[in-house]
């Protein structure tokens, strides 16, 4: 379960974004294992420390950053999405998807 309990943006791109204040380790096992992996087969992965979230909304204005009251999402799959910037928007495809089950 992955709690969400931070309000916030990504600026200057005024994406909104809800996120986790701790990540389970779980989670941090598996990003490190996916960075291990690209780093193995020479590809280039992100440098930037690993912030669970879940965007929210694009273009605004302002957002207040902030602690709320917390959202259980219980995580079940993993997926590898493509996105693609278009004039109307973002566009996202799923390339693959994984029963999180099937990695522990």
Do not use: K
């Not at 380790?25 to 912030?51: K, N, Q, S």
């Amino acid at each position: 379960v992955l709690s969400l309990d931070r309000l916030g943006e990504f600026r200057p791109t005024g994406i909104a974004w809800l996120g986790a204040e701790v990540t389970p380790i779980e989670l941090d096992r598996l990003v490190r294992a996916l960075r291990g992996g690209l780093a193995t087969e020479a590809l280039p992965g992100e440098r930037r420390p690993f912030h669970a979230h879940v965007t929210l909304a694009r273009r605004c204005a302002a957002v207040a950053t902030a602690t709320i009251a917390p959202v259980a999402w219980r995580v079940e799959r993993l997926a590898l999405v493509a996105s693609e910037l278009r004039p109307s928007g973002p566009r996202y495809r799923e390339l693959a998807g994984w029963p999180l089950a099937q990695l522990r």
